[in-house]
């Protein structure tokens, strides 16, 4: 019988049988899946378990406290934060091409998460959030985006002589069932019915090259705009939502000076499947109360723009 509770005693079972005494360890990325592999690990091995946790400077506002503080404060999981903004910002610096942006961010995660796990010697074990539709989708084409996603997402990229071996409990499960077990490991529901996030964070919604200061520009345009979803009882309606960085300069009034400044362009999808999407048909009043705190709350913002395009023709993310 399918319970998250079966299935939860199942893979504790499972994960104790396959790793025994050996350590593991877990790149924690914040997102859905890591999560639950995370919260399921700690109850299933206890200290045996090290997450690693790579803030590469391209995360939502608070995040990094966020993970930390559930993780490590709230459920005692060992987890090592590693501050690495200045390596990845300074990899991208005068990158412009989305592919190009999303291969180095993917290769320094790798590498780090590489240096990090290689510092705990007696790790034997690499868990990770695999899910079945990552199965699935691995099993198809080697090329083309889902192949770039999953091996960004799960660490696909690491070297074969760091010698670890799989742990992945989630193999079998489709996300709603993830979810239901993320509730019932105690993981707040904040963050069990997250919006996806995509791997290269911020640095795909930054157009063009990405600089520290439009990051910190975005991250509060994003913050307000997730708040005000939450409080209008709208976020769960839509599937994902979020604000893009618009390198591009507008003009604008603030008082009684001119302001010509960047733009930012809010994108908010409905979709089942992500393939196809149709853009969420939020209320004016909602646009426009958002719209307002934005440009008066975020220095360097002239404008605010409502992307109204589907997919197809448009993708969710803008690059
Ligand atoms: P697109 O933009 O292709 O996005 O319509 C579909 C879904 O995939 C996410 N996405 C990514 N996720 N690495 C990820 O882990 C990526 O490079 C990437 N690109 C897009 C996107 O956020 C959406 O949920």
Not at 15 to 30: E, F, N, P, Y
Not at 274 to 284: K, S, V
Request: hydrophobic share 40%; net charge negative.
């Amino acid at each position: 019988l399918w319970t998250p509770d079966n299935i939860i005693e199942d893979s504790i079972a499972r994960v104790r049988a396959q790793v025994g005494t050996d350590r593991v360890v877990l790149g924690l990325s914040g997102g859905v899946d890591s999560s639950v592999v995370a919260a399921l690990l700690h109850r299933a091995i206890g200290d045996q378990l090290t997450c690693v946790f790579v803030d590469n400077g391209l995360l939502r506002l608070g995040e990094g406290d966020q993970v930390m503080s559930t993780f490590a404060r709230h459920m005692g999981v060992k987890v090592i934060r590693v501050d690495a903004e200045d390596r990845f910002l300074g990899r991208l610096k005068g990158v412009t091409d989305p592919e190009q942006k999303r291969k180095i961010i993917g290769n320094t995660f790798v590498e780090i998460f590489d240096d990090e796990a290689g510092k705990l010697d007696d790790a034997r074990w690499l868990a990770q959030g695999t899910i079945y539709p990552d199965v699935i989708e691995s099993a198809g084409s080697k090329t083309g985006k889902a192949k770039v996603i999953k091996s960004h997402h799960n660490v696909g990229g690491l070297p074969e002589d760091m010698n670890l071996k799989l742990v992945e409990p989630l193999r079998e499960l489709f996300k709603d069932e993830v979810r239901r077990i993320g509730i019932e490991l105690g993981l707040p529901s904040e963050m069990v019915y997250r919006h996806p996030f995509p791997g290269p964070g911020l640095g795909v919604r930054i157009l063009g090259e990405v600089r520290k200061e439009d990051a910190e520009t975005l991250r509060k345009a994003d913050h307000i705009f997730i708040e005000e979803l939450r409080r209008a009882d709208l976020y769960d309606q839509v599937s994902q939502a979020f604000a893009v960085f618009l390198p591009v300069r507008s003009v604008g009034v603030v008082g009684d000076n001119r302001l010509y400044a960047p733009v930012i362009a809010l994108r908010a999808v409905e979709t089942i499947d992500f393939m196809t999407a149709r853009w969420a048909h939020l209320p004016y009043d909602f646009l426009d109360l958002v719209c307002r705190r934005i440009v008066n709350e975020v220095p360097g913002v002239s404008r605010v723009v409502y992307d109204i395009t589907g997919k197809p023709p448009g993708t969710i993310e803008w690059e």
